[in-house]
């Protein structure tokens, strides 16, 4: 079959109509190839014939007979309309029925050989011993290789409503019978060789319709051919990724300077640099002084100390005479960055201007005419109105509310400066070479010293005493607390509310207390004022939403109440325990739960309640949502897989990475992959361009 045949849509393949070929359509099938792809979400083995007389009570059992007789049969309740059938195999006799199906009458003779497959009852009612309701059935003709639905091990398919299990099984058997045959194999003879992966057609073959399989691994996605497709998947989205890296151009500056400024800061901190942070530090400016772009990936838990590492940078950057830009997450983080940097830049002379929001065309000026080195800001950093002289440096604070071809946007504004990415998702590094397939990988995986795992207690509403007792312990010994309410959108009013009457509470419990409130409805600059005036000491307690949540760096704050902890997400809840504990003071983390509590909500709270550690928290959540849905929080405009689990797959990440990378390495535009190249686009959907002209 030339390739183009797999295009055919479905509608041209003999027994599907223009109604089927809309109800594939809600499946997502709509060419041949589609179809071929659209896999089985689950086998079952129906291999085993069983003797009626061996049946087993309460078990999902195959048997073959004979019909002795079938009719519909009188039902106690009126509307019921019963169809039964006996069959004989010569061991036994079973019965098989079928309710309000009155076609089925059509279908099932006396004197026809029947396959019936389902689960079997003892039958309390006739002589023949067993019963199975509505099992699935197929008459028997003389030739038995011919048996799609019985007699071996059968395909389940996700379905959409207006088709059946068997009637999606018959067509999918002669979609696969007529064509899977002939499809074009997609990946290159060499990487087939090298990895031992079987061709696509005996791929698509054998997961539809398997012969001889272990069902345990087919049901668990991991058979060869599983492999093979997962292999398939994953070359071509990294085939994606490689060709967007490389795209980005061979040249942009090298950064050669003494390094003055850098050292100077590092010499001004209060601390040392951990070993990591130092690590990191060397890998990030090793790649600025190549001419080549850097495009980086700096790694690590919350409160590891990226921000001081990534300022190092920028100041290195500084010293060489070029621009740097800083893009934060939320205004909130960009404003806290701008002040944290201010602090540090402060005895150098650097100027730092923020751009969040309304900026000033003054300010615009300044950074359009290279007067001010380090800019800081959110999204807004992306406007056209922002214009640098000599953007040499972008950082993005990313924390996944950025997707891979926006970062891009920013670095538009400088002639291929160098990239730094980082975030706090504390994810394995095969994964984070999937999500950041485009950058290289730092990782800062050692806290600084001192730091003291913060406690963390699940409480319920009745231990409203025991709570307030340790908020004003807290306080009287002058530290601070945070205070966070969930607000979702769906219920946001109502959220709000609940924040609001929080604060009033908390002033009337403590009227000695200074309350402030903090969400993500107020103006800019109201939030800017509590936020200083928290972070200057003269607020105790922080009434607040999730906005919180990223970044936020207050040292002195040593209590974190989150109210229905139940909520939150487990991500979400290590995120905003990362607010305290940053100081050498002991700091505690207060999960309030309202019951009754599910399960997965209970499980969060005790694994929080357990470790401090990102890692372990991740693995846990991984644990707890699946990677479908964990992967889905985690990727921002990123195509899904289908076929590849990200946990289960991670070592073939690594082979399908560095077998992509090279290809494109050596064949940029995939001129002789026409297939890989528009598998590679039709993957990506909408993003045209991944792939350049060559
Ligand atoms: P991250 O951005 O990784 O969450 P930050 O850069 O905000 O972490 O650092 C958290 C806090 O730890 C800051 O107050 C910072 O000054 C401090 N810090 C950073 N590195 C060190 C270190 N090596 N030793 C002690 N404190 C550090
Ligand atoms: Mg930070």
Redesign the pocket.
């Given at each position: 079959m030339d390739s183009s045949l797999a295009d055919l849509p479905v509608q041209s393949i003999k027994g599907i109509g223009p109604r089927r070929a809309a109800l594939f359509g809600r499946i997502g099938v709509r060419t041949v190839r589609d179809a071929l792809y659209y896999l089985p979400r689950r086998y079952e083995d129906r291999s085993l014939i069983r003797a009626i007389a061996d049946i087993r009570a309460g078990c999902a059992e195959t048997v073959r007979g004979r019909i002795i007789s079938c009719g519909p049969v009188a039902a106690r309740g009126k509307r019921l309309r019963i169809f039964e059938v006996l069959a004989n195999d010569g061991t036994g006799t079973i019965k098989g029925r079928w309710f309000n199906q009155s076609f089925m009458q059509r279908n099932l003779k006396a004197g026809q050989d029947v396959l019936l497959c389902g689960e079997a009852k003892r039958d309390p009612y006739s002589g023949a011993g067993f019963v199975m309701d509505g099992p699935e059935y197929e008459t028997v003709s003389e030739d038995a290789d011919s048996l799609i639905h019985t007699n071996r091990v059968v395909p389940l398919y996700r379905l959409t409503e207006g088709i059946s299990q068997k009637q999606l099984r018959k067509i999918m058997f002669g979609i696969v019978e007529q064509y899977a045959g002939g499809l074009t194999e997609p990946l290159p003879p060499e990487i087939i060789e090298r990895h031992g992966l079987p061709s696509l057609c005996e791929t698509i073959k054998a997961l539809h319709f398997p012969e001889d399989c272990d069902i345990r691994d087919w049901n668990e996605g991991k058979s060869i051919y599983h492999r093979r497709l997962a292999f398939e998947e994953l070359f071509v989205f990294a085939l994606g990724m490689a060709a967007f890296r490389k795209g980005r151009g061979q040249r942009g500056y090298s950064f050669r300077c003494e390094g003055r400024l850098r050292k100077r800061l590092q010499e001004g901190l209060s601390?040392?640099?951990?070993n990591a942070?130092k690590r990191a530090l060397e890998e990030i400016l090793s790649d600025m002084r190549r001419p080549s772009p850097m495009s980086r990936l700096l790694q690590?838990?919350?409160?590891?100390?990226?921000?001081?590492v990534t300022f190092a940078a920028m100041l290195h950057a500084v010293e060489c005479g070029f621009q740097t830009a800083f893009m934060a997450p939320t205004e909130i983080l960009a404003e806290q960055h701008y002040r944290n940097i201010c602090k540090m830049a402060e005895g150098f002379g650097v100027k730092v201007a923020l751009i969040s929001g309304g900026a000033k065309d003054r300010q615009l000026d300044r950074i359009a005419s290279g007067e001010i080195p380090v800019v800081v800001g959110t999204h807004a950093l992306m406007q056209e109105a922002v214009v640098f002289k000599n953007l040499g440096f972008v950082v993005i604070d990313e924390q996944h509310k950025f997707g891979v071809t926006q970062r891009g946007n920013l670095r538009k504004k400088g002639f291929n400066p160098d990239l730094l990415v980082?975030t706090?998702t504390p994810i394995p590094r095969s994964l984070a070479l999937t999500l950041y397939g485009d950058l290289d990988y730092s990782v800062?995986d050692e806290m600084?010293?001192?730091r003291r795992p913060v406690l963390t207690k699940v409480f319920v509403p009745d231990q409203k005493k025991e709570i307030y007792g340790i908020l004003e312990e807290e306080i009287k010994k002058g530290r601070q607390v945070y205070v966070v309410y969930p607000v979702i959108e769906e219920s946001e009013k109502i959220d709000l509310r609940a924040a609001v009457e929080g604060k009033s509470a908390f002033e009337s419990i403590f009227p000695g207390f200074r309350v402030g409130l903090l969400h993500g409805r107020m103006a800019a600059a109201d939030r800017e004022e509590v936020m200083s005036e928290f972070r200057r000491g003269d607020l105790d307690i922080l009434v607040s939403t999730t906005i919180v949540e990223v970044?936020v760096?207050v040292?002195n704050a040593t209590v974190m109440i989150v109210v229905h902890a139940e909520r939150f997400g487990l991500a979400q809840l290590h995120q905003l325990r990362?607010r305290v504990g940053?100081g050498g003071d002991r700091s505690c983390c207060l999960l309030v739960a309202y019951g009754p509590l599910g399960e997965d909500a209970g499980r969060r709270l005790d694994v929080m309640a357990r470790t401090n550690d990102g890692f372990s928290i991740a693995q846990e959540d991984l644990a707890i949502r699946g990677p479908g849905e964990f992967w889905g929080t985690l990727q921002s405009g990123m195509p899904g897989f289908k076929v590849a689990d990200l946990i289960r797959d991670l070592q073939l990440i690594e082979t399908a990475r560095q077998e992509a990378f090279s290809m494109i390495d050596a064949n940029p535009g995939l001129c002789d992959f026409p297939l890989l190249k528009k598998m590679c686009e039709t993957f990506w959907n909408g993003r045209t361009g991944v792939i350049g002209a060559g």
């Open positions: 601390f040392e640099l951990t942070q690590g838990d919350v409160g590891c100390g990226k921000t001081v980082m706090a800062i600084p010293a001192g970044g760096d040292p990362g940053r």
